[in-house]
């Protein structure tokens, strides 16, 4: 520090800087503020249908009857959770969700065993033609599900299989199974080959190797094929809805449908706490998984 | 006994394109041996059909005794160093290097100890339980070769292990590994394209090009009597000056356009030069066999010495470099290296661009007084020159 610099009132220049970078602040601030409110308004037009929903899960038949207004306005002056235990206990909601547990973690299971083996192989084995059979595989997951309901209809009944939810698992395989499939190859495409050339190397066969480095590397892929899959199965009404007819067969989402009519009123309070109920799963599937996708795919592994 | 043995090995692509070409190799126990050659010469293709990655199209390979052509990779019993390392990146730097030891079942214990003796080898002991990701540059080299020293293996291959390091940590790994080799004392094949990580740590070096092992020698030899024109410029740094010249009639002397110097006594016999006599050959001169004349102290023999003129001076502290240039149609070396014969693996110099005027590199002492712009003479230790054939690229030593 020089004695100059000490002076009482600092060179034109520097002030006049300093009043410049003083209205670049502000107007970085501006932008800023500007920024989070338009996130904010984006966020509320998304979140509200799904406040509305929570909301009218937690009313009661009363409630729903008298309508919007009053007390029973935008945050109701009394909540209770008397539609959740009549969904279970009037509707026997346990069972649907019971059947789609059952189809869309086994779907889940097959696919992302599957698509491993046949990603890992479009990727890695010398297979001719390779590319043209992955494009048959994709094609087969690109039908329109309306365009498959009826056919497959047929199928089913000739086979016997309506009404059963065994069936329903091999429909949702025929559109997880691709889009996991190629998914995954790419996966298994960004693992550098002498990742598994060394476990070659070490004294593994091409099965441990697979299993013992290249899954354990490639598993943000395997959580988003389970995600993906789980969610379309867990989803699905389409086709449900097509081949299931006895109430104790339905899976939730078909279930829902059914659920809270009575001759005189639509008990919309049962409709969204079910709806409540079956966003959870899949709530909280995405939020696990999220980590294992976040942790990086082959971070370290190379120079 | 050679622990590793190639006889005749070739590997040809299903495009027809020969990446090794009817290579031999023997490394004994313990031997360090060196694959060098710029890329694209074959030499970790080569490496890879060691390690049972690559199909051999023709010929054998051994190991102790027994040929493993058709063996998968882990029944071959070889450890091998990835060029990027290729670590396990969702294991610890201990299950790293003890992967291949639960492989093979090893009881935890046991396990245990042997990982802790790789890892204090090559001071890791600190950092077994971090992942990959956590550790530095040098730190992921080391478990790399954690990895294949566990074992004990029959022999060790290393692709390329410290091109990833920079500068400086690369000279320190460069012994380390040497140390640890002779330590360890397992044969070991080591591939790289730094012709001077090839001469300080290979026991023998084999010089590849196009597929074609050059020549195999230990490191002495390979840049002292040079097979062929290859070999002479990719050996050695600054590399060797080559220039067109003509032999005389009676093969004592050589000239290099209006200059001439004595050809070494070993070349002068009719049986081993005779043929090129009065004809053109090329002539190679390590930049450290031309010494400054006013500092060498004048014989006053003319024939040993070289004038040129100085174009630029590079004092590295140690000894100075000095470009000159002479009036000679000069072989760049990389013109020798890069004069790519697809047909003909054999170089010749014939179609080789010569150049005059290119700078040519003396290597003399710090003291000189040489500065650019001038002329210059330079004592030529003619005993130690190299005479080339210019249609086949040969030395003419090796008749010698």
Redesign the interface.
């Known amino acids: 520090m020089t004695s100059e610099s000490a002076a009482p009132s600092p060179p034109v220049a520097v002030r006049r800087a300093t009043r410049r970078s003083r209205r670049r602040r502000g107007r970085d601030i501006a932008r800023e503020v500007g920024f989070y409110l338009a996130v904010i308004v984006v966020l509320l037009i998304a979140l509200f249908p799904f406040y509305w929903i929570l909301r009218t899960s937690l009313l009661t038949d009363t409630q729903v009857g008298q309508g919007v207004g009053g007390p029973n306005g935008i945050v109701p002056s009394h909540l209770s959770g008397v539609a959740y235990k009549e969904v279970f206990a009037d509707q026997g909601f346990a069972t649907p969700l019971l059947n789609s547990a059952i189809v869309a973690g086994l779907t889940t299971l097959i696919t992302v065993f599957v698509a491993a083996i046949a990603g890992y192989a479009l990727a890695r084995l010398p297979i001719r033609g390779a590319g043209a059979i992955l494009g048959f595989i994709l094609l087969a997951g690109f039908f329109p599900v309306l365009a498959m309901v009826g056919p497959l209809f047929l199928v089913l009944r000739d086979l016997g299989f309506l009404d059963s939810i065994w069936p329903l698992i091999i429909v949702y395989l025929v559109y997880t199974l691709p889009i996991s499939t190629y998914l995954l190859r790419n996966f298994f495409m960004q693992i550098?080959a002498?990742?598994e050339?060394?476990?070659?190397?070490?004294?593994?066969?091409r099965l441990?190797a697979l299993r013992?480095?290249v899954i354990?590397?490639a598993?943000p892929g395997m959580f988003t094929a389970a995600i993906l899959s789980f969610i379309l199965a867990w989803n699905d009404f389409a086709f449900a809805v097509s081949f299931l007819e006895t109430p104790s067969h339905f899976t939730a989402p078909l279930a829902i449908v059914n659920l809270g009519q009575s001759q005189f009123q639509v008990f919309y309070n049962r409709i969204d706490a079910a709806v409540v109920i079956i966003t959870i799963p899949v709530a909280l599937l995405v939020l696990f998984a999220q980590r294992r996708i976040v942790s990086?795919?082959?971070?370290?592994?190379?120079? | 006994m050679a622990t590793l043995k190639l006889s005749a090995v070739t590997k040809r692509y299903p495009n027809g394109f020969e990446a090794v070409t009817d290579m031999d190799l023997d490394v004994a126990e313990g031997e360090f041996m060196v694959l060098v050659g710029p890329s694209g010469c074959g030499k970790t293709t080569a490496l890879r059909m060691v390690a049972g990655l690559e199909d051999i199209t023709e010929g054998t390979i051994e190991l102790d005794g027994r040929v493993v052509n058709d063996l998968s990779p882990r029944e071959r019993d070889v450890a091998m160093v990835f060029q990027n390392y290729a670590l396990y990146p969702h294991m610890t730097v201990a299950e790293n290097i003890g992967f291949s030891l639960s492989l093979q079942r090893m009881p935890k214990a046991e396990r245990r100890q042997k990982v802790a003796e790789a890892a204090q080898i090559l001071g890791l002991s600190e950092h077994l339980d971090r992942k990959p990701a956590q550790l530095s540059g040098g730190q992921r080299q080391r478990v790399a070769m954690g990895r294949a020293i566990v074992r004990n293996p029959a022999v060790f291959l290393m692709d390329e292990p410290l091109s990833n390091l920079d500068a400086k940590l690369r000279v320190h790994t460069r012994a380390e590994v040497s140390r640890i080799q002779r330590r360890v004392g397992v044969a070991t094949v080591y591939v790289t394209h730094d012709q001077v990580e090839a001469m300080t740590m290979g026991d023998r070096i084999a010089v590849m090009r196009n597929g074609r092992i050059q020549q195999c020698a230990t490191p002495q030899v390979v840049y002292g009597l040079p097979n062929n024109l290859f070999v002479a410029a990719f050996i050695g740094s600054p590399a060797m000056n080559l220039y067109q010249a003509e032999l005389s009639a009676d093969g004592t002397t050589v000239a290099l356009g209006n200059q001439t110097l004595d050809v070494p006594t070993v070349l002068r016999p009719e049986s081993v030069a005779g043929s090129h006599r009065g004809r053109p050959v090329v002539v190679g001169i390590r930049p450290e066999e031309l010494a400054d004349a006013a500092r060498a102290g004048d014989d006053g023999v003319g024939m040993r010495r070289l004038e040129g003129t100085v174009d630029l001076i590079e004092e590295l502290g140690s000894e100075t470099l000095v470009h000159f240039h002479i009036d000679a149609a000069r072989l760049s070396a990389t013109d020798a290296l890069l004069a790519d014969a697809d047909e003909d693996p054999d170089l010749g110099a014939g179609e080789i661009g010569a150049e005059t005027a290119t700078a040519g590199v003396a290597r003399v002492a710090p003291d000189s007084r040489i500065a650019a712009g001038q002329r210059v003479r330079f004592a030529v230790d003619t005993e130690k020159i190299h005479l080339f054939d210019p249609e086949t690229g040969d030395s003419l030593r090796q008749a010698a």
Do not use: W, Y
Request: glycine share 12%.
């Open positions: 550098p002498e990742l050339e060394a476990a070659l190397v070490d004294g593994a066969t441990v013992r480095v354990p590397v598993i990086g795919l082959t971070a370290g592994s190379f120079r």
